[in-house]
T-cell receptor
Framework: AQKVTQAQTEISVVEKEDVTLDCVYETRDTTYYLFWYKQPPSGELVFLIRRNSFDEQNEISGRYSWNFQKSTSSFNFTITASQVVDSAVYFC????????????????FGQGTTLQVKP | EAGVTQSPTHLIKTRGQQATLRCSPISGHTSVYWYQQALGLGLQFLLWYDEGEERNRGNFPPRFSGRQFPNYSSELNVNALELEDSALYLCATQYGNPNTEAFFGQGTRLTVV
């Protein structure tokens, strides 16, 4: 079964704190893709990162970093020195490269983590 | 460059009526995806259109349907509306391989009363 679990429903931090959002996934595919999206109050999902299953390199982009570990089926997201503008709902998602299956083309989302950064 | 645009922003319908939601993709994007974000249920995949054809659909009843036009824009139709259809409906568009990043619109908030 394909599943994405974001165990943290809500996180509240004070500005400038570091925060890590957890994501654990399940899939039987050997080729798959992992994503993080941010959903601000305006509603649209903003793409943050895409990682394929063969690329376990961690990535840093400004204050954002991602830690992909296949051994633990995790793809965690860290925000360093958080800011009030980081307040949003963050979604981890999985897509599989199993052409012709019922999962083709769809993103399987976790339940989301609501991050509140207080000034 | 314009992003994904959805209309209307808000829609209020009565139970039993039909709703039509529209999505215009980013220029050059040929795939359109529809997702439902209902309170407490998270983001659920509804439909995928590519090159005018329905490629996949999620676990939703047949009263959820849609189409994609030659200009790659798309419509989502929901017939015989039920109260539980109240949700944010998000459209996403994409170019090429379905495992590339999808770009989302701001959604249509559908309220069924």
């Amino acid at each position: 079964a394909q599943k994405v679990t974001q165990a943290q429903t809500e996180i509240s931090v004070v500005e400038k704190e570091d925060v890590t959002l957890d994501c654990v996934y399940e899939t039987r595919d050997t080729t798959y893709y992992l994503f993080w999206y941010k959903q601000p109050p305006s509603g649209e999902l903003v793409f943050l990162i895409r990682r394929n299953s063969f690329d376990e390199q961690n990535e840093i982009s400004g204050r954002y970093s991602w830690n992909f570990q296949k051994s633990t089926s995790s793809f965690n997201f860290t925000i360093t020195a958080s800011q009030v503008v980081d307040s949003a709902v963050y979604f981890c998602a999985l897509s599989e490269e199993d052409w012709g299956s019922s999962n083709t083309g769809k993103l399987i989302f976790g339940q989301g983590t609501t991050l509140q950064v207080k000034p | 460059e314009a992003g994904v645009t959805q209309s209307p922003t808000h829609l209020i319908k009565t139970r039993g009526q039909q709703a039509t939601l529209r999505c215009s993709p980013i220029s050059g994007h040929t795939s359109v995806y529809w997702y439902q974000q209902a309170l407490g249920l998270g983001l659920q995949f509804l439909l995928w259109y590519d090159e005018g054809e329905e490629r996949n659909r999620g676990n939703f009843p047949p009263r959820f349907s849609g189409r994609q036009f030659p200009n790659y824009s798309s419509e989502l139709n929901v017939n015989a509306l039920e109260l539980e259809d109240s949700a944010l409906y998000l459209c996403a568009t994409q170019y090429g391989n379905p495992n590339t990043e999808a770009f989302f619109g701001q959604g249509t908030r559908l309220t069924v009363v």
